[in-house]
């Protein structure tokens, strides 16, 4: 969680997140909604790992190959 808080303070970070994402919004995006970005990216990414974590660990207890 670390390297995501240094993230939410990263000026560069924060600018090159708007302007990746600027061209779905109507609105000017802000640091902040750069920040909630990052913070909901970073959420969807733990939850796919976790539950792919998950599958390799069931399918490792029920002796199934690898997908």
């Known amino acids: 969680m670390y390297m995501v ?11 090159k997140t708007i ?3 600027q061209p ?5 995006l802000t640091f902040e909604d750069a920040r909630e970005i990052i913070h909901n ?3 969807a990414y733990k ?3 976790k539950w792919e974590m998950e ?4 399918s490792n207890a ?4 690898e997908k």
């Open 19 to 21: 302007k990746v994402w």
């Open 62 to 65: 029920t002796g199934e190959k």
């Open 47 to 49: 939850l796919l790992i």
């Open 55 to 58: 599958r390799q660990k069931k």
């Open 5 to 15: 808080g240094k993230l939410y303070n990263n000026t560069a970070f924060l600018e």
């Open 41 to 43: 990216t970073v959420g």
């Open 24 to 28: 779905y919004s109507e609105k000017p």
